[in-house]
C-alpha cells in the first residue's frame, strides 16, 4: 500500500514563503496525477494544484495561480509545492494526493498523506 508523507508546513508571516514536500514510499505510475489539496477549520476540503506525473504538466486553482509553484522529482518520489507571497486565507492543513484521473475534485483520489498545518499571520 502506498504511503504519501507530508512535511514542510509550519507558522510564517503574510508575504513569506513555504515549501511543502510530499515523499510517496513507491513510484507513480506515468500516468498517475498527484495533487495538492487543503482544507481549514470548518470548510470543505479545497483544491490547490496537481501535476501529471509523467510530462510535469499542472493545473492550479485561481486563489493560488502566479504565487505557488508544483513540482516534482521523479527518481526520488517527491512532490514539492512551492508557497510564494502567502496570504492568511492560505492557512490550512495542507494534503497531498495520489490518483490516476486529471480532476480537481478531492473525489477523485485515493490515497492520500495524513496532513501539514500552514499558518499564516501577522
Known amino acids: 500500500q502506498v504511503q504519501l508523507t507530508e512535511s514542510g508546513g509550519g507558522s510564517v508571516q503574510p508575504g513569506d514563503s513555504l515549501r511543502l514536500s510530499c515523499a510517496a514510499s513507491?513510484?507513480?505510475?506515468?500516468?498517475?496525477?498527484e495533487a495538492w489539496f487543503r482544507q481549514a477549520p470548518g470548510k470543505e476540503r479545497e483544491f490547490v494544484a496537481l501535476i501529471r506525473w509523467h510530462g510535469g504538466s499542472a493545473l492550479y486553482a485561481d486563489s493560488v495561480k502566479g504565487r505557488f509553484t508544483i513540482s516534482r522529482d521523479n527518481p526520488a518520489n517527491i512532490m514539492y509545492l512551492q508557497m510564494n507571497n502567502l496570504k492568511p486565507e492560505d492557512t490550512a492543513v495542507y494534503y497531498c494526493?495520489?490518483?490516476?484521473?486529471?480532476?480537481?475534485?478531492?473525489?477523485?483520489?485515493?490515497?492520500w498523506g495524513q496532513g501539514t498545518q500552514v499558518t499564516v499571520a501577522s
Open positions: 494526493a495520489r490518483g490516476t484521473r486529471y480532476e480537481t475534485s478531492h473525489r477523485a483520489y485515493d490515497t
Open positions: 513507491t513510484r507513480p505510475y506515468s500516468r498517475s496525477i
